[in-house]
């Protein structure tokens, strides 16, 4: 299997700096409680925290709705919070968006313990297969329909460990 290059190492860590910078000034130096939706956006969490220089706390959920390469348009919560959200800045940190289904079912849920503030993050967005009416607040990189490995993200638990994001042709 042949992987191509679609974003470099170094292209996601400047963009990962930037977006950092706007979220803190969002979020006014205040407390923030990232979200990392596991497994895909680990890396992308943990370096976006270290860029954050207000007091971050980090909680992890994970939920699925891919087998291999497909959708199955089901959700399914795996694991929930350890975390009290109530009245507290949350952060939703996603690795990609593609048909918007999976984040439109946290978002619900996660409104439904009335934070104070709750946005979503995501490092890829795939605009062109959105199916749910869902804008992420922050996003890093828009990409094209293709399907994507790196940094995170995995074609069946393998390759989320390069450092660089590429595509499968």
Do not use: H, W
């Not at 999976?102 to 979503?120: A, F, R, S, V, W």
């Not at 804008?135 to 393998?158: A, Q, S, W």
């Amino acid at each position: 299997m042949e992987i191509k290059t679609l974003i470099d190492e170094i292209k996601i860590q400047d963009r990962i700096k930037e977006i950092a910078k706007t979220i803190t000034k969002d979020f006014n130096n205040e407390e923030i409680i990232l979200i990392c939706i596991l497994k895909g956006s680990l890396f992308f969490t943990a370096d976006l925290a270290k860029r954050i220089p207000s007091n971050v706390i980090l909680d992890f959920m994970k939920v699925s709705s891919y087998e291999g390469t497909q959708s199955t348009g089901k959700i399914n919560l795996k694991l929930d919070l350890s975390t009290d959200i109530t009245n507290k800045n949350v952060l939703i940190v996603e690795d990609i968006i593609d048909t918007g289904r999976t984040l439109t079912y946290l978002k619900e849920y996660l409104l439904n313990k009335n934070p104070k503030k709750l946005k979503i993050c995501t490092l890829l967005d795939k605009k062109e297969r959105r199916e749910f009416d869902l804008e992420p607040d922050y996003t890093c990189f828009e990409i094209p329909d293709k399907f994507v490995v790196g940094y995170g993200l995995d074609y069946d638990e393998l390759y989320r460990n390069l450092p660089y994001i590429g595509y499968i042709e």
